[in-house]
C-alpha cells in the first residue's frame, strides 16, 4: 500500500514538472530581486511548497559578485546535513533552506541563485530547480542641497538659471525637481541632466517665479530639500487705469464739472513702472506729466477728452501704454451720494424745496381769496352778541329762532362785550365764564316743539 502512495506522488510530481518546465515549477517561490540597507542584515526567504517528508532534499546557494564576477558556493544542505562555507557572513535554518546575510556591504551585492533538487523516495527520478535573486545593497540619502546660477534676481526673456541638486550620502541615487510642488519635465525651456542632478531653464519667464525643490531617492530612502525662490524682474503686464472717483464705463471715465480727478496707472511689473501721462488732441500728442498718479481739474477741461498712460520698465526694458477718455458731464442722481459726503446740496434737493415753498403759497392766497378771514373777523368783533326784539326775561323766550351754530371769538380789549355777554348770560341756571362755547348755551334752551322746522 505503502508503494502506491508512493508511486502515485512521484507520477503527481513528473507531471506537475513536464507540465510547469524546469524554471517555473512551483515547488519552491523566490523573490526575485532585493534592495538592502548598508551595514544591515537581510533574509533571501524560500518557501517551500512540498512537504519535506514525502521527499528527499537537496539545495545549495551559489554568489557571483557583481564587483568580481566570481560564482562562489556559500552553503549547502545535503543528506539533511549542511556544509556552511562561510559562517560569518551567511546562515540557514533547514530544511527552508532561507539563506540570512549578516552584513551588507558592497562585497555581498550580486546574483544569487538557488539549487534546489528533489528525490523521490523508492524511486529514482530527481527533480531540479534554479532560483535566481538579485540583491543590492543601498546607502540612504542625506537631505540634499540645492544652489542656483547666478544667485542674483534675473531678468525675464534675457537671462537662464541653472539649478544643482546635490547629496552628500547615498548610493544609486534618483532626482526629481518641482516647482510650487508640481513636478517639473523636460521641454523646449527646460533641460535635464541624464540623473536628472541639474535643471536647466533657458531663458526664464514670468511664470518660472515660484520656490523650487529638489526631492531624492533611492529604492530605501527618499529626502527633500528646503525650497529656494526664484525670484525675477519681469513686466509691465495687464496695463489698467483706475479712478475711484466719476463713472467708469470700459476706457470712459465720467466726472461731474468742477470734480477733482485722481487717475493711477496699475501694472503687473517688478520693480515698478516709470509712467508718463500723455494727452491726445487734433492727432497730435502731448507730455502732461510723469508719475503713477495724475490730476484733473475738471472745470478746466473741455466736453471730452483723451489720454494715454504708458509704463515703462526700466530693468526689462519693456513698456506698455494703454488709452483712455475723460467725459465731464452731469451724473444725476448717480452723484448725489458723492455730493452729500463732501457737504454740498444736490441741486435736486434744491428744486424739491423750492417747490414746496411756491405751493404753499397758492395755498394761501387761494385761502384767503374765498374765506376773506379778516372780513369775518371783524363781522364778529362789531356785532352784537344778542338781538333784542322786546321785553323778555331770558333772551331765549323765541328758541327757535336761535337755532343754528354759533363761533364765539374773544377779542382782548373788549370790554364792552365782555359785559353785554355777561348781562345776557345772567338768566341762566349757572354763571357760565367768558369762554362758554355755543354747545353749553344750547343746553339750556327750554324744550319746545320744533313742528316749525318739519314744515
Keep these: 500500500m505503502e508503494t502506491i502512495s508512493s508511486t502515485l506522488l512521484l507520477l503527481l510530481y513528473t507531471v506537475t514538472f513536464l507540465l510547469s518546465g524546469t524554471h517555473s515549477s512551483t515547488y519552491v517561490r523566490v523573490p526575485t530581486i532585493l534592495h538592502g540597507t548598508y551595514g544591515k542584515s537581510l533574509l533571501l526567504p524560500v518557501e517551500n511548497l ?41 546562515s540557514f535554518q533547514p530544511p527552508n533552506a532561507s539563506l540570512l546575510i549578516h552584513h551588507l556591504d558592497q562585497t555581498v551585492e550580486g546574483d544569487y541563485w538557488l539549487g534546489f533538487y ?19 545593497v543601498d546607502v540612504p540619502v542625506s537631505v540634499p542641497v540645492i544652489k542656483k546660477s547666478p544667485d542674483s534676481e534675473v531678468v525675464e526673456d534675457k537671462d537662464n538659471v541653472t539649478w544643482i541638486c546635490s547629496v552628500e550620502n547615498g548610493t544609486r541615487v534618483r532626482y526629481q525637481w518641482f516647482q510650487d510642488n508640481r513636478p517639473i519635465r523636460a521641454g523646449a525651456r527646460y533641460t535635464l541632466s541624464s540623473n536628472n542632478s541639474t535643471l536647466v531653464i533657458s531663458p526664464v519667464r514670468k511664470e518660472d517665479i515660484g520656490k523650487y ?9 527618499q529626502k527633500t530639500s528646503e525650497p529656494e525662490a526664484l525670484k525675477m524682474f519681469y ?25 477733482l480727478v485722481f487717475f493711477d496707472c496699475l501694472a503687473d511689473s517688478n520693480p515698478p513702472n516709470s509712467c508718463v501721462w500723455i494727452s491726445k488732441a487734433n492727432n497730435s500728442t502731448e507730455v502732461l506729466m510723469m508719475g503713477p498718479r495724475f490730476e484733473v481739474l475738471s472745470y478746466k477741461l473741455a466736453h471730452k477728452e483723451e489720454y494715454v498712460c504708458r509704463a515703462f520698465n526700466n530693468i526689462t526694458q519693456k513698456q506698455d501704454e494703454t488709452e ?46 374765498s374765506c376773506h378771514p379778516h372780513r369775518v373777523i371783524m363781522d364778529i368783533y362789531n356785532r352784537p352778541l344778542t338781538d333784542q326784539k322786546g321785553p323778555h326775561l331770558s333772551g331765549h323766550e323765541d328758541a327757535t329762532e336761535d337755532f343754528g351754530i354759533y363761533e364765539f371769538v374773544a377779542i ?3 370790554a364792552e362785550s365782555t359785559l353785554a355777554s355777561s348781562r345776557s348770560l345772567a338768566g341762566l341756571e349757572s354763571v357760565q365764564d ?22
Excluded at 118 to 136: A, C, W
Excluded at 213 to 221: A, G, L, M, R, Y
Design 50 to 90: 512540498i512537504r519535506s517528508e514525502d521527499v528527499d532534499i537537496y539545495f545549495n546557494w551559489n554568489f557571483r559578485s557583481i564587483t568580481q564576477g566570481i560564482t562562489t558556493l556559500l552553503v549547502a544542505f545535503q543528506d539533511k546535513k549542511d556544509v556552511n562555507m562561510n559562517k560569518s557572513k551567511f
Design 118 to 136: 528533489i528525490r523521490f523516495p523508492n524511486g529514482s527520478k530527481e527533480v531540479r530547480e534554479d532560483k535566481l535573486v538579485h540583491i543590492t
Design 213 to 221: 525643490t529638489c526631492v531624492v531617492e533611492n529604492f530605501i530612502s
Design 235 to 259: 513686466g509691465p503686464y495687464n496695463l489698467a487705469v483706475k479712478s475711484d472717483q466719476g463713472l467708469q464705463t470700459g476706457g470712459v471715465f465720467t466726472v461731474n464739472p468742477g470734480e
Design 324 to 369: 483712455f477718455t475723460l467725459v465731464v458731464a452731469m451724473l444725476g442722481t448717480g452723484k448725489e451720494k458723492h455730493s452729500q459726503e463732501d457737504g454740498t446740496v444736490s441741486p435736486l434737493t434744491v428744486i424739491v424745496i423750492l417747490s414746496l415753498l411756491v405751493i404753499a403759497c397758492m395755498l394761501a392766497v387761494l385761502f384767503r381769496k
Design 412 to 414: 382782548p380789549g373788549r
Design 434 to 455: 367768558l369762554h362758554t362755547t355755543i354747545y353749553d348755551v344750547i343746553k339750556y334752551i327750554p324744550e319746545t316743539p320744533t313742528q316749525s322746522l318739519l314744515k
